[in-house]
Nanobody
Framework: QVQVVESGGGLVQAGGSLRLSCTASGLTFDDRAMHWFRQAPGKEREGVSCISYSGFSTFYADSVKGRFTISRDNAKNTLYLQMNSLKPEDSAMYYC??????????????WGQGTQVTVSS
């Protein structure tokens, strides 16, 4: 059974930092691209960042470039999102998703339940 579980969300002041983690089991983690998405109330889901199976290729939404860093530890089946210089507009539910392929293309295959990030001004 595939499980994708996010953690690390919380309440932080503007300018602060958080690190999200995502642990996946029941799938070939090191053979899949991994993606972070977010969705704020009343807004569409947004792709935040994606990383290829090896970690060699990474992609970021313009809104988070220079502030967020995606990484992965394939030995631990864990994905990370380091979020610095947080802004109130970063507040959202953050979701981890596993692609069916090695590279960041197409829609993800598996999704986690999400972790809430709230940034106060």
């Amino acid at each position: 059974q595939v499980q994708v579980v996010e953690s690390g969300g919380g309440l932080v002041q503007a300018g602060g930092s958080l690190r999200l983690s995502c642990t996946a089991s029941g799938l070939t983690f090191d053979d899949r691209a991994m993606h972070w998405f977010r969705q704020a109330p009343g807004k569409e889901r947004e792709g935040v960042s994606c990383i290829s199976y090896s970690g060699f290729s990474t992609f970021y939404a313009d809104s988070v470039k220079g502030r967020f860093t995606i990484s992965r530890d394939n030995a631990k089946n864990t994905l990370y999102l380091q979020m610095n210089s947080l802004k109130p507009e970063d507040s959202a539910m953050y979701y981890c998703a596993a692609h069916a392929t090695r590279y960041c293309s197409g829609s993800p295959q598996y999704w986690g339940q999400g972790t809430q990030v709230t940034v106060s001004s």
